[in-house]
Each structure stands twice: as structure tokens, then as C-alpha cells.
């Protein structure tokens, strides 16, 4: 397995953390909880963003991070 292949994994489990900790409420904003999510979503934001802007949210729900997941793991298979 190359580097670039264990990259995209990883980005992959980065994207998926971001998703299941953003169910979550922040309580203490100066926290390490708030500091890890502002940190992950620093990471992820540069791919969400751009998918965000072309689906419009269904039912309030943000389909972005499966959409971004889907789209590495199809890369990830390419290469």
C-alpha cells in the first residue's frame, strides 16, 4: 500500500470523527473537546465546503462527509 493510499484512510477517519464529534454540543468553548473540533474542522473544511455549496442540505441533514467519504474511497480505488 503506498503513502498516498494510507493519507487518503486516514482523511477518511479524520472525516468521519468530524462527523460523529459534530453531534455532539461544545459546553466549554477554551476546552481541549472545542480545540479538537475547531482543529478538525480546520482539516476538513477545504473539502466539505466545496460540496456543501453544490448539494443543499436534505432535511437539515449535511450529506457532505458521506459524499466526500464516497468520493476518496472511488479515488483511493483508482489509483
Known amino acids: 500500500m503506498s503513502i498516498l493510499h494510507t493519507l487518503i484512510y486516514i482523511y477518511i477517519w479524520i472525516l468521519f470523527v468530524t462527523a460523529i464529534l459534530s453531534w455532539f454540543p461544545v459546553q466549554n468553548t477554551n476546552g481541549p ?47
Do not use: C, H, Q, W
Not at 474542522?41 to 464516497?70: H, K, Q, Y
Open 33 to 79: 473537546y472545542a480545540l479538537l473540533k475547531r482543529l478538525l474542522a480546520d482539516v476538513t473544511e477545504p473539502v466539505l465546503r466545496p460540496i456543501r455549496s453544490i448539494m443543499p442540505r436534505t432535511g437539515g441533514i449535511d450529506f457532505s462527509v458521506f459524499i466526500a467519504i464516497v468520493i476518496l474511497i472511488i479515488i483511493n480505488e483508482a489509483i
